[in-house]
């Protein structure tokens, strides 16, 4: 057990498990898109280890982008207008594979759906290290999952609670009660 400021987390995956599911995906990733131009999108600040980890493993000739999801207010007929931040170079006709430490209510890809939408991608496919599945609202499940876990807070391998944790080298649930 490990305690982060006033919670206490017990171990839940561990080092090898991980090592095992993202070679897995990395495997998938590699053979499904062999052949197309790749540009992958890591979602700051949560999936850095992910993505590095990944990254290591995949074989395609490809690119990475390390990118952040910024919403504004916008105008009151606009709502509130999303942006990704970080982009290096065009996207027009790539393979874009955004790369996320967790997809829970979904809101966050549901965002970057929409922006890379209107940016004339050949087509977007979505990774992420966890999903949790009784949380997810949106319509469109991830592509690519390491993990499916229940509606518990989890933290480490990149994922904080409130900041800390993301250096933690496996990940960890929170102890109810
Ligand atoms: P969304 O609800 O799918 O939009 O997820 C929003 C963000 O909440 C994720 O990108 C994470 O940064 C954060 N998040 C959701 N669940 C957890 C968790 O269990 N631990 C740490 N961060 C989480
Ligand atoms: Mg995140």
Not at 92 to 118: Q, Y
């Amino acid at each position: 057990m490990i305690q982060i400021l006033d919670k206490t987390f017990v171990e839940y995956i561990s080092r090898e498990s991980i090592e095992t599911q993202v070679s897995r995906v990395a495997q998938e990733i590699n053979s499904d898109l062999a052949g197309e131009d790749v540009v992958f999108l890591a979602v700051l600040n949560g999936s850095f280890m992910f993505a590095s980890d990944l990254m290591k493993k995949i074989k395609l000739d490809s690119e990475i982008s390390f990118v952040k999801v910024q919403s504004y207010e916008g105008t009151n007929s606009t709502g509130e207008v999303s942006e990704l931040i970080g982009l290096s170079g065009t996207l027009e006709n790539k393979t874009v594979v955004v790369i996320e430490d967790i997809v829970d209510t979904g809101n966050t890809v549901k965002k970057i759906n929409s922006i890379l939408e209107n940016s004339k991608v050949k087509s977007v496919k979505l990774c992420t290290l966890l999903f949790k599945p009784d949380a997810f609202k949106g319509d469109r499940k991830p592509d690519y999952i390491g993990f499916s876990i229940p509606n518990a807070f989890v933290v480490g391998y990149g994922l904080d609670y409130d900041q800390k944790g993301r250096n933690l080298d496996r990940i960890y649930q929170i102890k109810d009660n």
